[in-house]
């Protein structure tokens, strides 16, 4: 009990550490605040620009490397994707995106759906348009606001979906590749700390230059 005790208190501290620095009461980022303290882990400096002239070097980089590492993981995943997609009725990763979350939230308005896809109206819009054509989704109207449009599956979308799921998942274990049990749990850690550091900017501060995203979020402590 004794020990039980102490590991509240020592609890209860981080959460007061956490309510200090975070406006929020997200259980997965409180997650990755304690693994990031417990751990012993800290702000990584970040390396300095590269020299005029030796942008060619970058991998010496390690900002750069890391970003582009991520871009080029993606363009591979992107090869196995269209191998997955290549007896389906949608073509892109947007669109059974769209299809999967659909599958788990049943419908959902036109905007909410693009919004949590982080898309531009536009181009969620061409996305619904496609998806509707081609009969793996329908509109109606919202019960409660007329004006607005919900989406949902079609019989058709709800087959097509779970026929993907299947693919998907062989996708999922080819992009992992050869990592340990150990190492994709660290990445996952990763990318969980990174999913929260840019859901923020992008809910409270994307509208922001380039540049004050930079200065506002990874401006070094001048102590």
């Known amino acids: 009990m004794l020990d039980n005790i102490k590991l509240m208190r020592l609890l209860l501290d981080f959460v007061d550490d ?11 980022e409180f997650s990755v605040f304690l693994s ?18 030796d942008y060619v ?11 582009t590492g991520l871009t080029t993981l993606f363009r591979f995943a992107k090869i196995y994707m269209k191998k ?17 979350t659909l599958f788990k939230e ?42 607005a449009r919900r989406v949902a599956l079609t019989e058709k979308g709800g087959q097509e979906i779970l026929r993907a799921f299947n693919e998907m998942h062989m996708v999922s274990q080819i992009v992992i590749g050869n990592l340990t049990d150990d190492e994709l749990n660290s990445a996952l850690a990763i990318f969980r700390k ?3 550091f840019h859901k ?3 809910e409270e501060d994307k509208s922001f230059s380039l540049k004050e995203i930079h200065s506002r979020y990874l401006q070094q402590d001048p102590s």
Do not use: C, W
């Not at 070097?57 to 750069?64: I, M």
């Not at 997955?84 to 299809?99: K, M």
């Not at 619904?128 to 007329?146: C, N, P, W």
């Open 36 to 53: 990031n303290h417990v751990s012993g882990a800290s702000a990584r400096p970040l390396d300095s620009e590269p020299a005029k002239g």
């Open 106 to 147: 049943k419908s959902l308005l036109k905007s909410e759906l693009i919004q949590m896809h982080l898309l531009e109206i536009s181009s969620g819009s061409e996305i619904i348009k496609r998806l509707v054509k081609s009969g793996l989704i329908y509109e109606y109207a919202d019960e409660k606001d007329k004006r």
């Open 84 to 100: 997955a997609f290549a007896d389906s009725s949608f073509n892109t990763l947007d669109e059974y995106g769209f299809l999967a």
């Open 200 to 202: 923020h900017i992008h």
């Open 57 to 67: 070097n970058y991998k010496k980089y390690r900002d750069v490397e890391f970003s």
């Open 194 to 196: 990174l999913t929260y």
């Open 18 to 28: 956490y309510a200090s620095e975070h406006d929020n009461d997200d259980i997965q």
